[in-house]
């Protein structure tokens, strides 16, 4: 079944310690996106690639990495300088264009003691 | 700036009632508009979307929603709600600074009680 994965599903990190959060997808889609949930804040962009080897900040990108070096994969680095890193992490991809539906992966409860 | 506002944080119905999830946008140029349904530790799946043409969108389980730009809205409406509509439900736009970067409202939990 085509799909985005997005593994693991809950993850525990001492604070301190950087952490990478997987995304997957067999889409064939060009664009992917990483969101951020907190509850009553709804989703925010923390970055996006249209294609393989660019990647573009969005609104609360301090505190992340991401790398794209193959189109199927867009891992998510939450270093230690992210403030509050607790939190719903979703990963989502699209096919180009402005119009197009966001497909979203199961998401990453990430806690950081 | 472009934003995205759902007007009620949380909405209790019963069962077999009507529902209408209300959202307003601002934005200086032209949007597109979607709807989505997220349940509990999941992902978000699209219910409907407003791209152009008619203004009354109808989507999957039974939703529809009415895009009015005059009044910047789009209101998520469905005439008989079931225990399963149970969820947080988003209002998003796109089209702000190309590239289909969804901005997002802050969500509305829909309680159906039996």
């Known amino acids: 079944d085509g799909g985005i994965t997005q593994s693991p599903k809950y993850l525990f990190r001492k604070e301190g310690q950087n952490v990478t959060l997987s995304c997957e997808q067999n889409?064939?889609?060009?664009?992917m996106y990483w969101y951020r949930q907190d509850p009553g804040q709804g989703l925010r962009l923390i970055y996006y690639?249209?294609?393989?080897?660019?990647?573009q900040k969005g609104d609360i990108a301090e505190g992340y990495s991401v790398s794209r070096e193959k189109k199927e994969s867009f891992p998510l680095t939450v270093t230690s300088a992210q403030k509050n890193p607790t939190a719903f992490y979703l990963c989502?991809?699209?096919?180009?264009?402005?119009?197009?539906?966001?497909?979203f992966g199961q998401g990453t409860r990430l806690t950081v003691v | 700036a472009q934003s995205v506002t759902q007007l009620d944080s949380q909405v209790p119905v019963f069962e077999e009632a009507p529902v209408e999830l209300r959202c307003n946008y601002s934005?200086?140029?032209?949007?597109?508009l979607f709807w989505y349904v997220q349940y509990p530790n999941q992902g978000l799946q699209l219910l409907l979307k407003?791209?152009?043409?008619?203004?009354l969108v109808k989507g999957i389980n039974g939703f529809e929603a009415e895009f009015n730009k005059s009044q910047t809205s789009f209101h998520l409406r469905k005439p008989s709600v079931h225990i399963s509509d149970t969820a947080e439900y988003f209002c998003?736009?796109?089209?702000?600074?190309?590239?289909?970067?969804?901005?997002f409202g802050a969500g509305t939990r829909l309680a159906v009680h039996p």
């Open positions: 989502a991809s699209s096919i180009a264009g402005v119009n197009t539906e966001a497909f």
């Open positions: 889409l064939n889609h060009d664009a």
């Open positions: 690639s249209q294609i393989v080897n660019d990647f």
């Open positions: 934005s200086s140029v032209s949007v597109y």
């Open positions: 407003y791209l152009s043409g008619s203004t």
């Open positions: 998003a736009v796109s089209g702000v600074g190309g590239y289909n970067k969804l901005i």
